[in-house]
């Protein structure tokens, strides 16, 4: 057997025969690309908090809140220099018909950025979820969107405040908050068991919960935007059977 000679940062996976797992796009959202994903936006992906604690460590004292995690597929719409743009999680898609347009058509998504927003460049993430997205967990009737991002043009989370405003402005759900306060003080364990313990209306366990400070914060552990995941251990169990 060669032995392989290992150092911090090294990417192993190719050694290992591993990838990271991504979810499959569902047949109904998939449209036709016209671009890569712009290079002035962050591709969604929180970190798990399991696997780098110090997430917790930089968030400690900060004001916060905490809202659930859901199960679907994410999605990005964009203003840039005047322009409206729709993405799914990686790909700028076309308007022809795909799921991701179709939220943008069903929230009327451009004309209530353009309303709030101005000629600002600005994008939204949120989570497209319903029937059959994942499996529909939550349960729900007809497919939604619900935004859990407000991102500014040099890349940075705008506040909870501002979030929660366009939320309330646009009509379009926000991610459901479950807790906030002026001091961030959880440890790991409480925190799983919140994740453990949260269910959808439905009645299902809940993917899980999204920690985050209220004002933007850089974080080194990130590299980026503060903030991080608890996978719900309850999700985990049920969807392996």
Not at 58 to 64: C, P, Q, S
Request: proline share 5%; hydrophobic share 40%; net charge negative.
């Amino acid at each position: 057997m060669n032995e392989i000679l290992l150092s911090e940062g090294v990417d192993i996976t190719s050694f290992l025969d591993v990838k990271k797992y991504e979810k499959p796009i569902p047949v109904e959202l998939v449209g036709k690309v016209i671009g890569s994903f712009p290079g002035w936006l962050r591709i969604t992906d929180e970190l798990n908090i399991k696997s780098y604690p110090e997430i917790l460590t930089e968030m400690v004292g900060r004001r916060y809140y905490i809202t659930r995690k859901d199960d679907g597929q994410s999605a990005t719409y964009f203003l840039k220099d005047g322009v409206f743009g729709v993405c799914s999680r990686k790909l700028q898609l076309a308007d022809d018909g795909n799921g991701y347009w179709a939220m943008a058509h069903k929230y009327e998504i451009e004309a209530r950025m353009r309303s709030w927003f101005g000629n600002d460049d600005i994008a939204i993430q949120a989570e497209i979820v319903g029937p059959p997205i994942q499996g529909n967990k939550m349960g729900l009737k007809e497919k939604e969107l619900h935004i859990f991002n407000l991102v500014a043009k040099n890349r940075e989370y705008m506040p909870f405040e501002k979030l929660r405003e366009f939320c309330e402005f646009a009509k379009i759900p926000m991610v459901t908050q479950i807790d906030a306060g002026l001091a961030f003080m959880y440890d790991l364990p409480y925190l799983q068991n919140l994740a453990n313990n949260l269910k959808y209306p439905n009645g299902s366990p809940a993917e899980g919960i999204v920690i985050r400070p209220t004002e933007y914060v850089y974080s080194l552990t990130v590299e980026g935007p503060l903030s991080g995941k608890v996978v719900s251990e309850t999700f985990q169990v049920k969807h392996e059977e």
